[in-house]
Structure formats: C-alpha cells, structure tokens
C-alpha cells in the first residue's frame, strides 16, 4: 500500500491554506490581540503602558471591552492568514519548479532555500496591506474604526497607499526566514520519508 499520495493540485492547495489559516486564528486570536497591543505600547514614548502583565491585558480587554474584545480584528487576520498560506505554498511550488524545468538547479538545499526565501517576498507584497490593516484595526482604541474596512479607507485618504506597506522589511525577514525553516524541514523531512520507504519495500 503507498505511503505517499500524488501531489495536491493549486486548488486543493489553495482550499487547505484557507482552512487552516481560518482555524488557527479562530482558537488563537485573543492571544494575538495581546501580543499586537504588547508590542505597541511598548513603542509609546512617555514610556506609559495600558497593561502591566499578560493575564492582566486579557482581563482589562475582556472587562472594558467584553470578548468581542478578545476577538476583534478577527475577519481580517482570517484573510491575512488565509493570504499567507495559500501565497507561501503556491509560490514555492512555482518558484521550485521553475528552477528545476529550466535546469538552473537541481532538487536539493540551494533550491529550497531559494524558493522558500523568495515566496516569503512575494507573500510579503501580496499580504503587507492586509497585515498592516489587521494590526492597526487590532490595536484601535474603541469606536476610532468602524470595521477593519473603515480603517483601511481612513488610512489610505489620511496616509496614502505606502502606509499599507509599513513595516516591510521586518515583515519580509520574519516571513522569509520562517518560510527557509518551514519548507527546508518539510523536503529534508520528505526525502528521508522517501528513503526509508525504499528500505523497507526493498528485498532482503
């Protein structure tokens, strides 16, 4: 019996990074409205701070704003992880076969690496609007937006179209050196998969 199916088509594809991306953010979103709240009042320069601790900052949103609190940014953080998902797994696939049929490099760490760096920029262009959205709707005071809609239309009439841009450095190298990790485990993990299987279907 195989242990391996064929490879999914970019549609199968595209349904899986949806999914999961829409799953994990509906179990883990609190924890990320803390994080983004953490991380920018950190940044306040008269060094004041809307929340002391962790436990704390869960508390103060879920009592001050109820657990629409706790949840809120949750639409556009589904589509941004929607959006990285499906873009980091269908550009490695393209980048990686590009290399291979135009024979500028073979199937090994060098290629990897390079198509995982570079579909870690292009899912950085195709998601930075979204994620730069997703935070700052995240980490609004109440009532300063309407809907995530709302604050991306007041960002682009108040800071034009580069303020969904900001950031896109740090973003990149987080994206990319997450994607280097992630696919480079994934086919070292595959090729040893592969090689075990040959063993054990080989003849004594």
Same mark, same amino acid.
């Given at each position: 019996? $195989?242990? @391996?199916? +064929?490879?999914?088509?970019?549609?199968?594809?595209?349904?899986?990074?949806? /999914?999961?991306?829409?799953?994990?953010?509906?179990?883990? !979103? $609190?924890?990320?409205?803390?994080?983004? =709240? @953490?991380?920018?009042?950190?940044?306040?320069?008269?060094?004041?701070? =809307?929340?002391?601790?962790?436990?704390?900052?869960?508390?103060?949103? +879920?009592? !001050?704003?109820?657990?629409?609190?706790?949840?809120?940014?949750?639409? $556009?953080?589904?589509?941004? &992880?929607?959006?990285?998902?499906?873009?980091?797994?269908? /550009?490695?696939?393209?980048?990686?076969?590009?290399?291979l049929k135009s &024979?500028?490099?073979?199937? &090994?760490?060098?290629?990897?690496?390079t198509s995982a760096?570079?579909?870690?920029?292009? /899912?950085?262009?195709?998601?930075? $609007?979204?994620?730069?959205?997703?935070?700052?709707?995240?980490?609004?005071? #109440?009532?300063?937006?309407?809907?995530?809609? &709302?604050?991306?239309? /007041?960002?682009?009439?108040?800071?034009?179209?580069?303020?969904?841009?900001?950031? @896109?450095?740090?973003?990149?190298? =987080?994206?990319?050196?997450?994607?280097?990790?992630? @696919?480079?485990?994934?086919?070292?993990?595959? =090729?040893?998969?592969?090689?075990?299987?040959?063993?054990?279907?080989? #003849?004594?």
């Open positions: 019996m $195989p242990l @391996f199916v +064929a490879d999914a088509g970019i549609g199968s594809r595209l349904l899986a990074g949806c /999914t999961t991306g829409a799953m994990a953010v509906a179990i883990a !979103q $609190p924890t990320d409205v803390v994080k983004v =709240r @953490f991380q920018a009042q950190a940044n306040v320069a008269d060094g004041s701070k =809307r929340y002391k601790g962790t436990m704390e900052a869960y508390k103060t949103i +879920a009592k !001050q704003e109820g657990a629409r609190g706790l949840w809120k940014g949750t639409t $556009p953080n589904i589509a941004r &992880n929607a959006i990285v998902n499906c873009t980091e797994l269908v /550009t490695y696939d393209l980048i990686k076969d590009t290399l &024979n500028l490099m073979t199937d &090994n760490l060098p290629c990897h690496f760096f570079s579909a870690g920029f292009c /899912t950085t262009i195709i998601a930075s $609007p979204v994620d730069v959205v997703k935070t700052r709707y995240m980490n609004s005071a #109440p009532g300063q937006y309407s809907s995530a809609i &709302n604050c991306a239309v /007041t960002m682009l009439t108040k800071e034009g179209p580069l303020a969904f841009y900001k950031g @896109f450095m740090p973003s990149f190298l =987080r994206l990319g050196s997450w994607n280097v990790v992630m @696919f480079v485990t994934y086919e070292q993990l595959k =090729r040893a998969m592969m090689s075990a299987r040959g063993s054990w279907e080989s #003849p004594l």
